[in-house]
């Protein structure tokens, strides 16, 4: 399958290894991996805020970029992105009277999955260490992202993939479905309520006694690791597609105080 | 007959007690530093999260039930005008009078003529979101009338001279010993030496209201749900203080906003499922009362009710924002709210507090009045408050709606009246910096080369730990990991080239794909079970 990977923008600028890792595993399957080098962002960011006009031009950029190729789907490391591909852009593109952007954006949201997704219900990967030569020792905790878990209807993909990694132990947090105070631009306009919130996440991480918190979106990891960060916490955050494309040869290095880097690239 | 347009009329929306006086993030900041407020309300938030849970969970058709409740909604709100007038006329023909009132001045006018009517300086009054909405009893109270509200949690705000801050358990603020200080002080001829034990603050208040019940004559209420086709009127309560307040006396008064509509009996059954179960949690209430007109010798004989606008016109002609109309009052968003478990009740000024609240506040009262605008901020857009919604109220999606709403009102104003103007600016550059950015991957992959000189900052340390700003809310409380030394699409040119972007041939059916691997979720569960079980959750 020819597979166009949508980095999605918080990964391309902040956490390339994660786009790296999603790329290995979908190699590893056979797959073809094309990166159309237009591509920006989803839009949520100005959607969410309030600022459909830009949110629009964004919705366009993206259209536009993905148009230009050939590819059977599109994978993303993000649930929260690949749920506003469908669920916002046609809407934003319709409310600026743009119905043909509005249709291209729902044909490729249509063609668009989070990496879990992908790899279960188009894959049919069951088992991430026999299917996917997935290791990684240690003691792991995870974090199901909102928009993945409501609006995606992830269920428990993420989790489950996590579960059948070689060597890993998976102690379950305590509030799994509770919001981590993310929100986009809701972390700093009402950064006290986001700041209680993320900091009831980090205390149930912590009761876990896992040395690793991961999940499916690298802005709620990124909250969760800044409070971990700040509290002084060893814990660290690992998107799950740096577990799963830890292998054996090239185990996933957890090091410092939050640098984390994918072995191998 | 010749016709006159006469034009659209002009929205018109509310007055009473649908207004945020201060910005929400800066009310939130002090209730979040009340160590008590915020014990109380985890506790009380979480008990009723897992009730709920529980009893939604027994129901096999739980969604449909949900569904049904969304569609005879929609139906209500299409056909308000007929559903109101049919309604209108059956409850007069049984022995009812009906009121019309724009806004909450309006009706509360109403009710003091009423009341003055009938001669008494005191009513009682059962738990109502309506006339909580209108300002009522401070009303009455400046034209010489007292209000005795009867529901119990009520009656602990009234007493405490405090403001509800939830719209099902209006205390829950307050815990058992407040509650127990609050009625030694407040209660005459209490025992002095009242204790926690809730059976006898229960008492303390059967003592104090019972002798009410049985010599006021005039009583207020609201209304859950007005069946047009019959012209009925239900309450459905806990404690039975509403049953003695629908019965006992010789007027009743109903508020009722005009939403509140349900076309037939049969779809009440829907809605008698759908509402215990969200908002006490529990499979049916104790109490539920329906009257129909005036029985004589039995009950009121001076029946009344209110019909209040009050800005539901104007949130009516919202085509996305309509929906938060067909709120029945469960309180089921705020319970497993995350905001509102931490910032409370008091935090959205207005008699609606949480999600609903965020979304019906600045529709009735306008988004430009006060700081309404600062309320469809309030949220992360979890989507728990959706998931929980017994009518399907798409919370986030309206939230979304309105923040554009607000941004469009900004922007057309300069700033927001008596907004903080600076922050404003901040966004309106952020935003713009990064649409500039995200409408062209070839500047994404220039500015992407300056992710080096951003190490910089981070230092020895490896993160960042104080931003300037409006974004230096995100360091007041977490860091920012040491930036990448290149970006990803950077990298990619720079590994892999350019591949060619058309290849043609056929796209692989992924439909037949996801077909075929419909049993593979329940495997991979079955197979995670196996491998890693979830014996308990770490507590």
Known sequence: MRVALFSTCIVDAMYPRVAQATVEILERLGHEVVFPQGQTCCSQMHANSGYFDDAYQVVKTHVQAFEEWDFDAIVAPSGSCVASLGHQQPMLAERAGDSAIAKSAADLAAR??????????????????????????????????????????????QEDLIRTVEGLEYTRIEGLDQCCGFGGTFS?????????????????????????????????????????????????TVHFAEILASTKEKPLQVSGPVSITAGGK | MSTTALGMPTVRHGVGNIFEFEPFPEYAEKELKNEQLRANLGFATHKIRDKRAAVINELPD????????????????????????????????????????????????????????QGVTEVNKIKSMATAETGLNEFLEEHGI????????????????????????????????????????????????????????AEASRFRLREKFLTNKVAISGVNFGIAETGTMTIVESEGNGRMCLTLPETLITFMGIEKILPTTQDYEVFLQLLPRSSTGERMNPYTSMWTGVTPGDGPQNLHVILMDNGRTAALADQVGRQALHCIRCSACMNVCPVYERAGGHAYGSTYPGPIGAILTPQLGGIEEQY???????????????????????????????????????????????????????????????KTLFTSGKLLSLATRGLPASRLITGRSHKISKLPGI?????????????????????????????PKRVGGERVDLQALIAANQGKLAEAHAKAEAANPIVKEAK
């Open chain 2, 372 to 434: 309404n605008s600062t309320l469809p901020f309030a949220s992360s857009l979890c989507g728990a408050c959706y998931e929980a919604c017994p009518v399907k109220i798409n919370i986030p999606d309206v939230l979304v709606h309105l923040r554009g709403k607000a941004v469009d009102l900004e922007k057309a104003q300069g700033e927001f009246e008596g907004g903080k103007k600076d922050r404003h600016i901040q966004m309106d550059a952020m935003m713009f910096g990064a």
């Open chain 1, 112 to 157: 668009s999955f989070e990496l879990s997704q992908f790899l279960i219900d188009v894959c049919g990967i069951t088992n991430a260490a026999e299917q996917l030569g997935s290791y990684f020792p240690g003691s792991v905790t995870y974090h199901s992202s909102c928009h993945g878990m409501r609006l995606l209807g992830l269920g428990s993909r």
């Open chain 2, 471 to 499: 974004v230096g809310g995100w360091t007041d409380y977490r860091d920012i990991p040491e930036p990448p030394k290149s970006s990803f699409r950077n990298d990619w040119k720079k590994e892999r080239g350019e591949a």
């Open chain 1, 188 to 236: 700093f306009k009402n950064a006290d309520t986001s700041g209680a919130m993320v900091a009831d996440k980090v205390a149930n991480i912590e009761k876990t006694g896992a040395s690793v918190c991961t999940g499916g979106d690298a802005s709620c990891l990124m909250n969760i690791g800044g409070a971990l960060s700040r509290k002084g916490s060893p814990v660290q």
């Open chain 2, 146 to 201: 007292s209000a005795i509200e009867t529901d119990l949690a009520e009656e602990i705000v009234q007493l405490g001279e405090d403001r509800p801050s939830h719209i099902l358990v209006p205390a829950i603020h307050r815990n058992r010993t407040e509650i127990r200080d609050i009625f030694r002080k407040k209660i005459e001829g209490v025992n002095p030496d009242l204790s926690d034990d809730p059976a006898e603050l």
């Open chain 2, 62 to 117: 739980w969604q449909d039930l949900r569904t049904a409740g969304s569609m005879i909604k929609q139906k209500v709100m299409a056909n308000l005008d007929t559903y109101l007038q049919e309604f209108e006329k059956n409850f007069t023909a049984k022995g009812g009078h009906v009121h019309w009132a724009r806004d909450a001045n309006e009706a509360n006018e109403i009710a003091l003529r009423l009341i003055r009517e």
